[in-house]
């Protein structure tokens, strides 16, 4: 009777250690969308109506793909409403959680951990939070929020554990810095008394290998690392404003279409000693944009197309073409490991998150009123994002820099406001292409005719080197000089790109000016004609003359006359059609003994 009491109280406190060790799973998964919160339900009976210490949650194990999981947060939430950290904003542009067991006897917390984060890890906050004399019987949600837009996902399962003796909080590990474990929290001056500030700074590297030139514009990515000692974070408070006037800030839009201005804090953290405290100060304003479902911080980024001037403060330069961007928000989409070379120091080092010190302290990070970007994490914006590009218009080919500043209004406080700029050189070839242009000549006497070609719509003026006024209406024009010398002629090429000039030197050496032309009467009729035209002339004397016909760049078609005259009237037939000519203009050249004439002849055919 007594062996079979003692087996009775053996069986009982056996049943009372292991009878409870359940595990609940939800299968039925969902997508997790962007811009969106989901809720993942788990109806849980049959426990204890009380967790605590002695028996309660255990672990949480999930399982889900997603393309950037540097986007989402992930949280538990018990039927009282309690909640737990499981994952915030962790695995920058990594993908997926895979078997990925959340549980407070792991040794590797999940901000230490990488996609796909597959073994066990500390969560964010401690499971202990609901093992609070709760009644875990009821409905718990798995919530999960994706807060950038162009990557989804789906929750696959999630798993929770419950059994006896629930793994008690870890104590504060050697590192990494935090709100409890400010002893390992390092200040930049060595002390153990400091504000620990954040340090915006920009990438070169996203910006070198995306950018894509368009004519009169570039779109481009954009990366703000913070390679402080502290987090950047701020939060939205409740004093909003249109156009200086006070409004409610659950008013989204003011009577003119501009958005709400809301007021923003920032949070600055303290060491003393071990001991981390924050304290909050103005920093600017953000905006409510209903179509992204965001608070953006205003004027985050501003990037800009420049040519340098010699100063070394890139910020200086002539600004050729400019873009702002307004933050979708701030928040952790990558770190200065994860995206090697990304991060840089003042001496242009690249930097990993082992080289920053307090490497990754933060408390918020996300979309919502309340952003940040943790110490040695960045915010990336994609080239493929609204607003992400530089407009210039009309500009030319050639090296330029992007400059892109963090924070250009110092709006936050940092611990080096000297180094959030970088100017990254950029070669454009899809603009306007550099002008090209040169002449012809073809002088006889006194006269010359000149064919000038350009390109890419420029303009152009000729000058003859005698006084005469320019010529900035024709390509192919006609010169007559004023008498024997030499001229410098110059055809100036002038366009948004570049302007030159192509200079001739010509020779006039004639034995009679053109004052002797008196000798003889030279015309042709009609003109402008389209079948034939008539040329005209009288010799006073017996003469040598010749009578040839040039087309607009100065090459010969045909000799109508050529030899030796007596005095008396002539006519001649010029007929284009005959010789197969377009229409066009053409050059009448008259060369006798004592003078030289071109005539400019304007020929339609009708037949084309």
Not at 111 to 129: C, L
Not at 131 to 150: C, M, T
Not at 354 to 369: E, K, Q
Not at 459 to 470: A, H, K, L
Request: charged content about 10%.
């Amino acid at each position: 009777m007594k062996k079979n009491l003692l087996s009775l109280v053996i069986c009982f406190l056996f049943f009372k250690h292991f009878a409870f060790a359940q595990s609940f799973t939800h299968n039925t998964g969902g997508a997790i969308l962007d811009n969106t919160t989901a809720y993942f339900p788990l109806n849980i009976s049959g426990l204890p109506n009380s967790i605590d210490a002695s028996y309660g949650l255990i672990s949480c194990e999930i399982n889900l793909t997603h393309t950037y999981t540097g986007d989402i947060k992930i949280w538990l939430k018990a039927p009282n409403g309690d909640s737990i950290g499981l994952a915030y904003n962790r695995g920058g542009s990594g993908d997926n959680y895979v078997n990925t067991l959340f549980k407070m006897d792991a040794t590797v917390f999940i901000g230490n951990g990488t996609n796909p984060f597959t073994g066990n890890f500390v969560p964010e906050t401690s499971i202990n939070n609901v093992n609070v004399v709760q009644d875990p019987n009821g409905l718990w949600l798995l919530g999960i929020r994706d807060e950038v837009p162009a990557d989804i996902g789906s929750l696959i399962n999630y798993t929770l554990l419950f059994g006896n003796n629930p793994p008690s909080d870890p104590p504060p590990p050697p590192g990494p810095c935090s709100m409890t474990n400010g002893q390992n929290c390092l200040c930049p001056d060595g002390t153990a008394d400091c504000d620990l500030l954040p340090d915006m700074t920009s990438s070169e590297l996203i910006i070198q290998n995306q950018h894509t030139e368009y004519s009169g514009y570039m779109t481009l990515s954009n990366a703000t690392p913070n390679i402080g000692f502290g987090p950047m974070e701020i939060h939205g408070i409740d004093s909003c404003f249109c156009n200086g006037v006070s409004v409610p800030c659950s008013q989204t839009q003011c009577p003119d279409g501009s958005y709400v201005k809301q007021l923003v804090k920032q949070t600055v953290y303290h060491r003393n000693g071990s001991t981390i405290t924050s304290s909050t100060r103005s920093a600017g304003f953000m905006s409510y944009h209903p179509s992204h479902g965001h608070i953006h911080v205003d004027n985050w980024a501003d990037f800009s197309l420049r040519q340098s001037n010699g100063n070394p403060d890139a910020t200086t330069w002539p600004i050729l073409g400019t873009g702002t961007k307004m933050s979708f928000c701030l928040i952790n989409l990558g770190d200065c490991t994860s995206n090697l070379g990304y991060c840089k120091d003042n001496n242009g080092n690249t930097i990993t998150m082992a080289d920053i010190p307090n490497s990754p302290f933060g408390m918020v990070s996300g979309c919502g009123l309340n952003q940040g970007i943790f110490t040695g994490n960045l915010d990336i914006y994609s080239q493929g994002m609204n607003g992400m590009s530089i407009d210039f218009g009309n500009i030319c080919n050639g090296d330029y820099y992007v400059v892109s500043i963090t924070d250009p209004n110092n709006n936050f406080l940092e611990q080096d406001e000297t180094n959030n700029w970088v100017a990254v050189p950029i070669t454009l070839t899809d603009q306007l292409p550099a002008t090209s242009g040169n002449f012809t000549s073809n002088v006889l006497g006194i006269n010359g005719i000149f064919a000038g070609t350009i390109s890419n719509g420029a303009t152009f003026s000729w000058n003859f080197g005698d006084g005469s006024e320019p010529d900035t209406t024709n390509l192919l024009t006609m010169h007559q000089f004023p008498g024997n010398g030499v001229y410098e002629v110059n055809f100036t090429v002038s366009s948004a790109c570049t302007t030159f000039v192509v200079t001739q030197s010509i020779e006039i050496l004639t034995t009679n000016t053109v004052e002797q032309a008196a000798t003889a009467n030279f015309s042709t009729a009609p003109n402008p004609f389209s079948n034939s035209t008539l040329v005209n002339y009288s010799l006073l004397k017996n003469s040598t003359i010749s009578l040839e016909i040039y087309n607009s760049v100065g090459q010969k078609i045909t000799t109508l006359a050529n030899g030796s005259y007596g005095a008396g009237n002539y006519k001649f037939e010029f007929n284009p059609f005959d010789l197969n000519l377009n229409s066009g203009i053409y050059f009448l050249r008259f060369n006798s003994d004592d003078k030289t004439e071109t005539l400019k002849l304007i020929y339609t055919n009708k037949q084309e």
